[in-house]
């Protein structure tokens, strides 16, 4: 052990101290992104050993494997990369979620793969992600895969982007390059949607900790914060939280017990708003009214519930209500339709085409569907648009769905948790599609 840790220290790394404990003010749900070897997994060993969010036996078998691949220093991406396969081949392949902490904030980060094949997971990490770190090779500036990554967080309703141009120093940390790679990259998060205040660019070496952590003074021309200074203080807040209640219904909770003979509750996941007693409710896409008598969870009843808490609503009225069912807010309903209007992107190998019969998962609820015309397809390189006659993996492309049964949808700009759905293959199980009902960017056509 003891020599292990003189060869970190020798590395310019010390062994992490155990942080104190403190009580972080809130949490930021946020994802990495980016091209091939950009640095994404080492940025984010950098991030945990920076904030001594590991353990001196993790370093230490990060130093064996990397004196294994004949490497002079600690490999960080080891801290990220979990597989057995992205240990091997030196990528990432699927998404890994890390969770750490300093005193000011909690953390819950996605690191998730650059290969063009795996941009389905990207799209899965980013999902749920308030803030996204997009990485760019200083060598190579912006790329396709950056451009591509940018578009997913861009429909994704991503609301803050930091542009970190990694691997500064092997760019003797030009400014002139970092400046042109930004004028670059907010060229592209102007066409698509970004205010010029949300989306931030800071010069960083994921390998030395340039800017990571701390403050470099190999770039004195950047006056900006560290990135770790940025995660801490940007501002979150989840716009699910402000909407009108949308709880999908999970299960319908019959104990008929001796103590419990007549007790009906519908329990599930407040996916928006907040549920209180005495509330004006609608069952869609039923179309039943009623009032919420009792918000219930398994240590009491609540005198309300936000969003992601999981509880049983119990009704003044005995409605029939069944899996699949959506109570919201009566004041606020959202739309029942079967015809969407639709922006999808394609997970699969096989094409999408006009006419093709899959399961759609909106919620709890699954049932079948059928694609109509597809109107358009992003290209991720220009930012145009075109009329495609099928979508190919990883496209992203405006389509437009009928469903079998009527769905209480809203916009997905409005609402993540009601505008978003799968399409899956029926025969498999496969998840084909992740969908956004709308249409949230707006591009010209070519």
Not at 30 to 42: L, M, Q
Not at 65 to 73: C, N, P
Not at 311 to 322: G, K, Q
Not at 411 to 440: E, H, K
Request: glycine share 8%.
């Amino acid at each position: 052990m003891s020599q292990v840790l003189s060869e970190v220290q020798e590395a310019g790394l010390e062994e992490p101290e155990v942080q104190e404990s403190a009580t972080p003010r809130d949490l930021l749900r946020f994802a990495t992104a980016g091209s091939v070897d950009d640095g994404k997994s080492t940025l984010v060993g950098r991030l945990l050993y920076d904030t001594k969010s590991v353990l001196a036996d993790q370093i230490e078998a990060v130093q064996r494997a990397s004196v294994d691949k004949g490497l002079a220093t600690p490999d960080l991406s080891l801290l990220v990369d979990g597989l057995r396969a992205e240990r091997e081949q030196g990528i990432t392949i699927d998404v890994a979620y890390r969770y750490f902490g300093t005193p000011r904030r909690e953390f819950v980060l996605a690191d998730t793969p650059g290969h063009v094949q795996y941009t389905r997971n990207t799209v899965t990490g980013a999902s749920t992600a308030e803030l996204a770190v997009l990485l760019v090779d200083a060598r190579y500036g912006v790329v396709e895969q950056t451009r591509r990554h940018a578009a997913v967080l861009a429909l994704l309703r991503v609301p803050r982007l930091v542009l970190a141009v990694n691997k500064i120093d092997l760019v003797d940390y030009d400014e002139a390059v970092c400046t042109a790679i930004a004028k670059d990259f907010n060229g592209v998060t102007t066409a698509l949607g970004y205010p010029a205040d949300r989306v931030v660019t800071i010069p960083v070496s994921a390998l030395v900790g340039d800017n990571v952590a701390t403050r470099s003074a190999n770039t004195p021309w950047y006056s900006g914060p560290t990135l770790l200074e940025h995660l801490e203080s940007v501002p979150v807040g989840s716009p699910d939280l402000d909407a009108p209640l949308r709880m999908p219904v999970q299960y319908v909770i019959r104990p008929r017990t001796p103590e419990y003979p007549d007790y009906r509750g519908y329990a599930g996941q407040v996916a928006a708003g907040t549920v209180r007693p005495g509330q004006q409710v609608l069952v869609l896409p039923e179309g039943l009214r009623s009032t919420v008598y009792a918000v219930d969870t398994a240590d009491g009843e609540l005198a309300e519930a936000s969003v992601g808490r999981s509880v049983t609503v119990r009704l003044t009225d005995d409605l029939d209500v069944a899996r699949g069912s959506v109570i919201v807010d009566a004041a606020a309903p959202p739309t029942v339709t079967d015809e969407l209007e639709t922006t999808v992107c394609w997970l699969s190998e096989k094409p999408l085409r006009p006419g093709a019969r899959l399961l759609l998962k909106h919620g709890t609820r699954v049932t079948q569907a059928i694609v109509g015309e597809l109107h358009d397809r992003l290209d991720t390189d220009t930012l145009t648009l075109s009329v495609p006659e099928s979508l190919q993996i990883n496209d992203i492309g405006r389509v437009s769905i009928r469903t079998a049964d009527p769905l209480p949808v809203d916009d997905y700009a409005a609402s993540r948790a009601t505008g978003a759905f799968l399409l899956i293959d029926p025969s498999t199980g496969n998840t084909l599609a992740a969908g956004l009902v709308g249409t949230p960017l707006r591009l010209s056509e070519r």
